[in-house]
Nanobody
Framework: QVQLVESGGGSVQAGESQRLSCAAS????????MGWFRQAPGKEREGVAA????????YYADSVKGRFTISRDNVKNMVYLQMNSLNAEDTAMYYC????????????????????WGQGTQVTVSS
């Protein structure tokens, strides 16, 4: 079992930056890949970014490429999401996810790939 706890959400102005953190505890072998998803009001949850331990391979949604950066600290079993140039469309509940499976550019977008989920942290961007 893995427990995921997100932190770092809050309210910011458009154009500002914010960093989300996710602490993973439990079986480290179940966090071979970690990712961030988000869900805006009235919309389906969508993948934002993911990182695979082997090689540190990263994946991003087109909407955040060039603005968001995912990283992880394998020693601390933490994953981060640095969000720059935020805009109102980034307003959502952000969820951390983890899986023991290998991910690729297709699989990471499928929610069924991810075994463990955090409770979420709200990010609100005001224009």
């Amino acid at each position: 079992q893995v427990q995921l706890v997100e932190s770092g959400g809050g309210s910011v102005q458009a154009g500002e930056s914010q960093r989300l953190s996710c602490a993973a505890s439990g079986d480290p072998y179940s966090t071979n890949a970690m990712g961030w998803f988000r869900q805006a009001p009235g919309k389906e949850r969508e993948g934002v970014a993911a990182i695979y331990t082997a090689g540190g391979i990263t994946y991003y949604a087109d909407s955040v490429k060039g603005r968001f950066t995912i990283s992880r600290d394998n020693v601390k079993n933490m994953v981060y999401l640095q969000m720059n140039s935020l805009n109102a469309e980034d307003t959502a509940m952000y969820y951390c996810a983890a899986t023991p499976w290998k991910i690729d550019h297709v699989r990471w977008l499928n929610e069924d790939t991810w075994w463990f989920w955090g409770q979420g942290t709200q990010v609100t961007v005001s224009s």
